[in-house]
């Protein structure tokens, strides 16, 4: 009962924190309003202070705004207009954010390509942009100049070459960009004041963890909304923080719950080109780094990381971002001593936010949008319906797929693919005539406590990640967790994998090991056995040298799915759980051609 009355004061505290948010007069469509102005309005504020640490450089906020002051006047020059696309590829840097901020200043659209992009994904995207103009780093010039001859931007001047150290030589089919921008005029541009709120400032891809990326359009409305809300009631930062960034900058969590808010804020960051765990605590405290905007997988990684020295008595005291699972959960609040975690879920597509805001313990939190769980069949990939034809909802704490209403309060903006936008649209969902936004995740409702009256929830998986087996649902995210706890587990990926003669899909697990000689089978069987029911127990183990993931550390699983336990296509060890057995053995060549033939009776 104490810690209830406890927990009831605590909660009502958070009001101090939320009303002001709900009281916050935020940018309409016609405003004039944007990413670049509200910069310039922080500059005005805090003109000296450190913008950006990068590489042992520091960026102020006055010199940031000015270098992309001069850029946007070359752009414009140069034929750049209101409205138009130019290509963004370039790895974490303080070029990045100049360039992002120039093109905003102009209301052209900032085209955001993934850095691991290559071949014909990258072809795609630029292609599918229709942009009139590539800015990029030099260190990308390579992938960029084995394309050259498929892509649509095709003229040297269009091709904007930004230099890099180490040093690296202008190619002959671009120009330099510092070159053209040296004494070019670094005030303020009048153009930045009639940008509205509701143009679009970027497209943001989508990861492409199964077929092509999608460009997500996202107005300037959108990145305001989301940093503004992120910063006055997730971060809760001001001025004098500093915020650890090494998350891709073309991707919306690094960009909105990381760049921008500490934009809003007039905060300090450190941007890193790629994370790094061993050296993430050092930076930590080099830099006094009090916030981290983060995704699941990084903070795994920290978690499996030896410990550091550094890591004690570190000044971390928030932490926003997505997919922390629940047992990392807990080494961030107990090992690191992070005080307050908020978890987002949303998508860059999406037209609904959830947010932690209650700092409640391994929930995405709640929201204001008009959303719905609604019955789902996993095994034949389809939403149910009921004898009247409308969708059902969930009425209790089981994962349901979850939808958002499209309205005038939740504009779905969709892609720049107009078919692919209308393939995200559930239609006659309660009614004749609705609509909903298909996240394409399984939520559920959890009891969290004394919340305000605010339903929370929790992320279960996506839908095509939960597969069926043996009449049962299960969740490739909750396998994973469970086996990612056996020590000498990196970081696992599940998925399940078709039997020849079986209903639905069996589960299959790869991971990494660091010592693969050593590993102990016999007590990572008994684990599993102890740990796991019976229908979720991976039948089959391939190790891996290394996981593959996207530029935004989610887990590939499409190849993995494909090559299964084909044990003649792939040179990987691989283990097999023989029916009536709880031990995992070698799968070789007889007991592979057993389960080819349907005769190993799974």
């Known amino acids: 009962m104490f810690n209830q009355i406890k927990e009831f004061f605590r909660v009502i505290g958070e009001l101090r924190y939320l009303i002001p948010v709900l009281r916050y007069k935020f940018p309409d469509p016609e405003d004039n309003a944007s990413l670049a102005h509200s910069f310039q309005q922080t500059t005005t504020k805090f003109s000296d202070r450190p913008f950006l640490y990068f590489e042992e450089g520091t960026w102020t906020y006055d010199q940031t705004n000015k270098s992309a002051n001069s850029l946007a006047r070359y752009l414009a020059g140069s034929g750049v207009k209101h409205g138009d696309r130019v290509i963004l590829f370039m790895e974490n840097r303080p070029d990045f954010v100049i360039s992002l901020l120039a093109l905003n200043k102009i209301g052209a659209i900032a085209v955001l390509i993934n850095t691991s992009l290559t071949g014909d994904p990258l072809v795609h995207c630029i292609n599918s942009s229709d942009s009139i103009k590539c800015i990029f780093g030099a260190e990308r010039s390579a992938p960029l100049e084995d394309v050259l001859d498929q892509i649509n931007v095709v003229k040297q001047e269009d091709f904007l070459w930004v230099e890099d150290t180490p040093n690296y030589s202008l190619p002959d089919w671009a120009i330099d960009l510092k070159a053209q921008i040296d004494f070019t005029d670094d005030q303020d541009l009048d ?61 919306s969590t690094g960009l909105m719950l990381g760049l921008c808010a500490v934009i809003q804020a007039g905060a300090s960051t450190f941007i890193k080109r790629k994370f790094s765990a061993s050296s993430f605590w050092e930076e930590v405290q080099e830099y006094n780094t009090t916030a981290l905007v983060y995704i699941g997988e990084l903070c795994r990684y920290l978690a499996n990381h030896e410990p550091s020295p550094a890591e004690l008595d570190n000044p971390l005291k928030v932490m926003v971002g997505n997919g922390l699972r629940p047992d990392v959960w807990d080494t961030f609040k107990d090992r690191f001593g992070v005080n307050r975690i908020v978890e987002i879920y949303g998508a ?36 149910l319906k009921g004898d009247d034809g409308f969708c059902k909802k969930i009425i209790n704490h089981d994962p349901g797929l979850l939808i958002v209403r499209i309205g005038p309060n939740a504009v779905f903006n969709g892609y720049t693919d107009a078919q692919a936008t209308e393939k995200k649209i559930v239609r006659d969902v309660f009614e004749e005539g609705d609509a909903w936004f298909n996240t394409g995740d399984l939520i559920k409702t959890v009891d969290v406590g004394y919340a305000l009256g605010k339903i929370h929830y929790q992320f279960v998986d996506r839908v095509g990640d939960t597969f069926r087996w043996k009449s049962e649902n299960v969740s490739t995210n909750e396998v994973g967790e469970i086996l990612n706890g056996f020590k000498d587990v990196n970081m696992s990926n599940v998925y399940g994998v078709k039997i020849p003669g079986c209903e639905g899909r069996a589960g299959m697990a790869a991971f990494s090991l660091d010592d693969a000689e050593q590993f102990d089978w016999q007590a990572f069987s008994n ?76």
């Open 191 to 251: 153009e930045t004041n009639s940008v509205k709120a509701k143009d679009v400032a970027c497209y943001i891809f989508t990861s492409g963890t199964t077929g092509v990326p999608k460009a997500a359009i996202c107005p300037n409305q959108k990145l305001m909304a989301a940093s503004i809300n992120i910063k006055m009631a997730g971060y809760r930062i001001n001025e004098t923080d500093c915020m650890h960034n090494s998350l891709p900058l073309y991707h």
């Open 527 to 602: 684990y599993v056995e102890t740990s796991l029911p019976k229908y979720a127990r991976p039948l089959f183990i391939r190790i891996i040298q290394e996981m593959d993931t996207t530029g935004t550390f989610k887990l590939k699983k499409n190849d993995l799915r494909s090559e299964a336990f084909d044990i003649d296509k792939v040179s990987d060890m691989i283990f097999c759980m023989k029916p009536n057995s709880s031990n995992y053995e070698v799968l070789d060549s007889d007991w592979l051609q057993t389960i080819n033939s349907e005769q190993a009776g799974y």
């Open 348 to 383: 860059s597509e999406g037209n609904a936010l959830f947010m932690n805001l209650l700092n409640k313990n391994k929930t995405i939190g709640m929201t204001n949008a008009d959303v719905a769980l609604i019955e789902y069949d996993v095994a034949e990939d389809i939403i």
